[in-house]
Every structure is written in structure tokens, then in C-alpha cells.
């Protein structure tokens, strides 16, 4: 680099979306689970996901034409399974998309779902690099991959660099399953939260966990103590196909989650989500499993269906006592909300655009979804329309 660029230090007045910020040997670590949360965590998975940033942003205001970001990322693979394409760096200039660039090398996570081992091997680290902006006062976001582990090792501009105002934008805190989270989004900005966040004119935190949206106390914990604006969960899947509990407690479980996001957010609108369409688990119990047919990952359900009458769970069942719970409650918290998922996507939903591997929607289903929940939702009739 030419010595007339800056090297401005990455810290969280320049970050939107995270919780926590690590030090690490190489740089800073977003997270999106504070400390305290993570050290009650003993699964994997959940690890994992809540270091993948997606949601999170670097956003500040410069006249720089040209911006680099080193990075080092962790890029997970599935054995049995082709390598995922690189996660996307979407660059946002005065509200528009303006580029998007990939990093190589970093480290490499190997994950093998049959026998629950993973590794991972070194790698060096990599530059982002944006060129070619104008030379004008302007806000930039650069939305970091919401599917790779991304530590920030330096931001180089060739103008200063300070943070950005919200602007008044309220913040939206949202926590769901790997749908949420982005799965198979084809960029950080395609994550079906982050189009309706966009579209909403609101500051995204996406709490979205791949596999763990399970009611753990130390996220709704986490939520009580992170301020927002709006608020949402949306539960369902994962309850059902971790096989995780039993319509007995699943209810007491549902209670205490929202009593303790009321704790930090008594008057908050908050609005509890059901699963969206699948087919798979509408009916039929999990755990799920994976397979891969033709090097491709697909899932299905496991359980009995006959085992729904004694306490299994379904999606079927989860939509019905969601929705009896929320009634229940809303008659003394008149600003709790709920949203039936398959209004997000259906059957009709399924027929025109299917589930690829029968659990996580493709980027046009994504699209949908987005769209979808911001008019219903943050639309005028919606318990997140703005105040007139």
C-alpha cells in the first residue's frame, strides 16, 4: 500500500450488528453473543454460528475512493460435500449496493455430520479491496459474510474515516434458526432479514443461529440486555428437529423466554414468529438427519408421527400452541405480536419454489420472505409500523 493510506482501528464505534468484540492474536473478532453468554454454551454448533457475522456491518463516513479490509476467514466445509462458494462482501454506498468482492485463503473448518468431528487447517490472511468510489462525503457499509467466522485484522482508506450516525433509524433485534441466519442466501445483504430490514429503513441485530434458535436462557438473556426498537423471535424448527423437548415443556420454555426478554423490554413491541412451510417436519417428529445424494446435502425427519399424541413435536403442533400462548399473554401485554410463518411462505410458496434440500429456502424464496415480512410487519397495519 501506498503510504497516503490510513489505517483506522477497528472497533465498535465503527460496527453495527455485534454483541461482542474479541481481541484475537490477529485482530478483532465479531461476535453475536456477549462473553458471558458464550461461556454458558457447551454446543458446537451454537459456537459456531453466533461468530459467523451475519447481520453485522462496518459502517462509517468517508471521501475515500478506495477502501481495503484485511481479514481472516474461517470457511466451513461439510465432508462428503463440494466446497461452498466464498462468502460475499457486500459494499453499500449511500444506501445502495455499489459492489461485492470475495476473500481468499483463511482457515478452513472441516465439519463431518456423520461421526460429529470437525478440523481445521491454517491460512494466510486476505485483502478486500473496494476501488473506484467517489470522491464525495458518503456513508459505506461493508456487510461482512453471514456464513464464514470473519476476524478483522485492518481497514486502510486513502481518506479519513469516521463513525456514521443511525440517523434516527430505529433497531430492529430479531432471533431465529439458520433460515434467518442465511443459509443459503447468496450474500450477506440476501439474508431474508437484512431485505427486510432494508426495506423497512430500520439498524438490523440478527440473532439468527444456524441450528440453535432453541430457547436458551442465555439468549433471550442476551436480548433483554441488547436495546432495541422492535423485536422479534421466530421459533419453531430447530425446537423440532433437534428433537429437543416435549410439548410439556415446551410451553413453560416459550414463557420464560419472553418473560425475560420483558425484563430489559417491558413495552417493546415484540412479535413471536412459527416456522415457515416444511413439508418434512409439519407432520412427522424429528430428530432430523442429513444425507447427501449426488454430493449434495438434503434432510429429512425421522420420527413417528404417531408419537405426536404423546408430546412429540411437529411444526403443526409448534404453530398452534405458539399462537395459544400469544393470545394468552397479549389480553395483559397488548404490544406482544403474533405472526403465523406459513403466511411468510406456504404451500403454494413450496410448489413454485421448493426447498432444495427440503429444509432452507433458495435466494428467490429468501426474497419472498423479506418482502413479505417487512409489508406485514413494518407495513401500516403491521405491530412494527412506524409511528406517524
Given amino acids: 500500500m501506498a503510504s497516503r493510506h490510513i489505517t483506522t482501528p477497528i472497533t465498535t464505534d465503527l460496527l453495527r450488528g455485534a454483541l461482542d468484540l474479541e481481541h484475537t492474536a490477529d ?69 445502495r449496493l455499489a459492489g461485492q468482492a470475495t476473500a481468499d485463503g483463511g482457515r478452513v473448518l472441516t465439519i463431518d455430520l456423520a461421526t460429529g468431528t470437525s478440523g481445521v487447517e491454517a491460512g494466510p490472511v486476505a485483502t478486500v479491496r473496494f476501488t ?27 481518506a479519513p474515516v469516521e463513525p456514521a450516525d443511525t440517523d434516527g433509524r430505529r433497531v430492529w433485534l430479531h432471533h431465529g434458526s439458520s433460515i434467518s441466519h442465511g443459509s443459503d442466501a447468496e450474500s450477506p445483504t440476501g439474508t431474508w432479514p437484512a431485505i427486510a430490514a432494508t426495506l423497512a429503513g430500520v439498524e438490523l441485530v440478527n440473532l439468527g443461529f444456524s441450528g440453535s434458535a432453541l430457547l ?30 416435549r410439548l410439556r415443556a415446551f410451553g413453560p420454555a416459550v414463557h420464560g423466554f419472553l418473560d425475560t ?10 412479535l413471536v414468529v412459527s ?24 434432510f429429512r425427519a425421522t420420527g413417528d408421527p404417531a408419537q405426536v399424541t404423546a408430546g412429540r413435536l411437529t411444526l403443526r403442533v409448534i404453530r398452534a400452541e405458539l399462537a395459544r400462548i400469544v393470545a394468552s399473554r397479549a389480553a395483559a ?9 406459513l403466511e411468510l411462505y406456504g404451500e403454494a410458496d413450496y410448489a413454485e419454489l421448493p ?9 428467490a ?24
Fill in 27 to 95: 485482530g478483532v473478532l465479531p461476535h453475536r453473543l456477549p462473553a458471558w453468554a458464550r461461556a454458558q454454551n457447551v454446543d458446537p454448533q451454537l459456537m459456531t454460528a453466533e461468530a459467523m457475522p451475519s447481520g453485522v456491518r462496518l459502517v462509517f463516513r468517508t471521501r475515500a475512493t478506495t477502501v481495503e479490509l484485511d481479514v481472516l476467514p474461517t470457511k466451513m466445509v461439510y465432508r462428503g460435500t463440494g466446497p461452498r462458494p466464498d462468502g460475499r462482501y457486500d459494499l453499500v454506498v449511500d444506501g
Fill in 132 to 158: 473506484d468510489l467517489p470522491a464525495t462525503d458518503k456513508e459505506v457499509v461493508i456487510w461482512l459474510p453471514h456464513r464464514e467466522i470473519t476476524e478483522l485484522v485492518a481497514l486502510r482508506t486513502d
Fill in 216 to 245: 436458551d436462557p442465555f439468549t433471550a438473556r442476551a436480548m433483554r440486555d441488547t436495546p432495541a426498537d422492535l423485536i422479534s423471535v421466530k421459533i419453531g424448527i430447530n425446537v423440532v428437529n433437534s428433537d429437543l423437548m
Fill in 261 to 270: 426478554i420483558r425484563e430489559g423490554h417491558t413495552q417493546t413491541p415484540l
Fill in 275 to 298: 416456522s415457515i412451510l416444511c413439508p418434512i417436519q409439519e407432520d412427522t417428529p424429528g430428530p432430523g438427519a442429513v444425507e447427501f445424494v449426488d454430493g449434495r446435502m438434503r
Fill in 333 to 341: 401485554d397488548p404490544n406482544l405480536h403474533y405472526l403465523d410463518g
Fill in 355 to 363: 426447498l432444495p434440500d427440503e429444509l432452507h429456502p433458495d435466494p
Fill in 365 to 388: 424464496a429468501d426474497r419472498r420472505i423479506g418482502e413479505r415480512f417487512a409489508a406485514l410487519a413494518f407495513g401500516p397495519k403491521g405491530p412494527f409500523a412506524a409511528p406517524e
